[in-house]
């Protein structure tokens, strides 16, 4: 009964955090949203972006660690800020961490796993997430 309760309150932060909705299914928690990024070209021209966001987490036996994985695709502008975010967010790295870069359609797929509390895990990617809304007056065109 325990593991249960917090299994719910494992899913029930991580959602509140990410700002969605886990789906249960083959044994993994799934995530999955599209974040919308609106960028100037120039003075009278937006281009809007739907960029994908997937995350992934399976609980390990120990109940308190999970193996996590994100795939989060960047425009060019925004992956400094990401990566920055990421290295210097309070929450320090676990040791069983990756991440891997490709580049997709013009833009950074940027997939990470590690091996940690889920909401830890939660906890800093939503925060580099929220750090790119706040900065998106920086990915303004000339």
């Known amino acids: 009964?325990?593991?249960?309760?917090?299994?719910?309150?494992?899913?029930?932060?991580?959602s509140s955090l990410l700002g969605g909705e886990l789906e249960f299914y083959d044994d993994v928690w799934h995530l999955e949203k599209r974040r919308e990024v609106k960028v100037q070209t120039s003075s009278e021209l937006f281009v809007h972006w739907s960029l994908d966001l997937s995350v992934t987490y399976e609980m390990t036996s120990a109940y308190d660690k999970a193996i996590n994985r994100a795939e989060v695709f960047l425009l060019p502008e925004e992956l400094p800020?990401?990566?920055?975010e990421l290295i210097k967010h309070p929450l320090y790295f676990p040791s069983s961490y990756s991440?891997?870069?490709?580049?997709?359609?013009?833009?950074?797929?940027?997939?990470?796993?590690?091996?940690?509390?889920?909401?830890?895990?939660?906890?800093?990617?939503?925060?580099?997430?929220?750090?790119l809304e706040e900065n998106s007056m920086l990915f303004k065109g000339e």
């Open 81 to 84: 800020v990401f990566i920055n």
């Open 99 to 131: 991440q891997q870069m490709s580049t997709e359609r013009g833009m950074f797929c940027l997939r990470i796993t590690s091996h940690e509390s889920p909401e830890h895990f939660a906890i800093r990617l939503s925060d580099s997430l929220r750090t």
């Open 1 to 14: 009964m325990v593991e249960t309760n917090l299994l719910v309150k494992t899913t029930a932060t991580i």
